[in-house]
Every structure is written in structure tokens, then in C-alpha cells.
């Protein structure tokens, strides 16, 4: 089983900053099989990234994904005030298809 | 527009069963993978089981293997799983979720769209 770790578990900031997440796997994930969700209070998680760079349809271009390997990272280059949730990552090389523990931003 | 819509959850008492639903609509139901994914209160995302476009091929996290069971009704746009053995610790809301990607009867196992989820509550 692939255990991905997410850090850090919650990130501070302001609207308008910079955020960079990071997702590590234990196990190198085939083919950059990593998708990235977005999830907000009472709300079912919303897909904003897969094949760790693609941005799923209505993703907003401030979000962009990378890495390969071990190690992937989302970033969201500006802030807005709706982005203030939590994300997760999910590898989807080999079953189980695992995420990661998640990572809170909320408003600084 | 593609939807999805679980019903079936409920309180139920440890040992014992329950069986979700999860209505489709909008894609060709026979031609994704589709799995279920749980969110105990308050925390992370965990993956819990999925099945193929055919419903010949099933996956479970070890945490269900042997207690729930996966299926599908293709003619019906309907998935399903089934929950036996019921603990405690399997309280949580159960997503339903669509791969994302299909192509000749292999799937990209990314979830999109999910469902609005069900409640299973197991307490006695």
C-alpha cells in the first residue's frame, strides 16, 4: 500500500498569498497517477488536479500541480477567499487508492 | 450533467447491516469504474472499495474486505454496497464516485464528480 503524507497539516495565510502544498509517497507513484481534491465544510470534496498536472475542468488557473515520484505539490499562486478549505491528495497507481491525511488553509 | 445520489444510510447496530445505493445519470453507467469513499467525522478521505464498468472486477481496502461487498445494476445506473459486520469505527459519511476516465475498459481511478454522500451511523 502506497501512504501518503501531506504537509503541512494546516497552513495560515492571507488572500492574495501564495500557498504551496506538499504531498509525499512512500513508493514511487506510477505514471504520475495523483490527483488533488478540494474539500469544504459539509461539502463532498470538488477534484481540482489529476496526472499531478492536469487542471480538471472549472479548476481555476491559479492552481497548478507538479512533481512525479515521490514527491508532488500543489500550488495556489493567489489566495481568493473561497480557496480557504481543505486538500487532500489520492494516488491512483495501484489499489488501494490511498490519500493523504490532508492539509487545512485557513485565513491567517 | 452528471449526478449522483446516495441514499440508504442510517443508524445501525454493531454486527449489523445496511446497504447503500448510489444513483447515476448523465454518462453511460456501464463504461466507469465507480467506488466508494467514507469520511469518518471530522476526518480524512479514505478509500473503500471499487468496482469495474462490468462489475467483474472488485476492490476493497483491508479494512472492509470480508464484511462489505461491492456490485452495480447497469440496467438501473446503480451502485451499491453492501455492509455486514458493522463496527463502530465504520461510522462515517459514504461518497460515491465516478473514475474519471475510461477507455476500452480500463479506468483512471481519480473521482469525478462525487456524490453529496450518506450517513452510517454505528452505535449502539
Known amino acids: 500500500e502506497i501512504v501518503l503524507t501531506q504537509s503541512p497539516g494546516t497552513l495560515s495565510l492571507s488572500p492574495g498569498e501564495r500557498a504551496t502544498l506538499s504531498c509525499r509517497a512512500s513508493q514511487s507513484v506510477s505514471s504520475s497517477y495523483l490527483a488533488w481534491y478540494q474539500q469544504k465544510p459539509g461539502q463532498a470534496p470538488r477534484l481540482l488536479i489529476y496526472?499531478?498536472?492536469s487542471r480538471a475542468t472549472g479548476t481555476p488557473d491559479r492552481f497548478s500541480g507538479s512533481g512525479s515520484g515521490t514527491d508532488f505539490t500543489l500550488t495556489i499562486s493567489r489566495l481568493e477567499p473561497e480557496d480557504f478549505a481543505v486538500y487532500y491528495c489520492q494516488q491512483y497507481g495501484s489499489s488501494p487508492f490511498t490519500f493523504g491525511p490532508g492539509t487545512k488553509v485557513d485565513i491567517k | 450533467e452528471v449526478q449522483l445520489v446516495e441514499s440508504g444510510g442510517g443508524l445501525v447496530q454493531p454486527g449489523g447491516s445496511l446497504r447503500l445505493s448510489c444513483a447515476a445519470s448523465?454518462?453511460?453507467?456501464?463504461?466507469?469504474?465507480m467506488s466508494w469513499v467514507r469520511q469518518a467525522p471530522g476526518k480524512g478521505l479514505e478509500w473503500v472499495s471499487a468496482i469495474s464498468g462490468s462489475g467483474g472486477s472488485t476492490y476493497y481496502a483491508d479494512s472492509v474486505k470480508g464484511r462489505f461487498t461491492i456490485s452495480r445494476d447497469n440496467s438501473k445506473n446503480t451502485l451499491y454496497l453492501q455492509m455486514n459486520s458493522l463496527r463502530v469505527e465504520d461510522t462515517a459519511v459514504y461518497y460515491c464516485?465516478?473514475?474519471?476516465?475510461?477507455?476500452?475498459?480500463?479506468?483512471?481511478?481519480?473521482?469525478?464528480?462525487w456524490g453529496q454522500g450518506t450517513l452510517v451511523t454505528v452505535s449502539s
Open positions: 464516485a465516478k473514475a474519471g476516465y475510461c477507455s476500452g475498459g480500463s479506468c483512471h481511478n481519480w473521482f469525478d464528480p
Open positions: 496526472g499531478a498536472s
Open positions: 448523465g454518462f453511460t453507467f456501464s463504461s466507469y469504474a
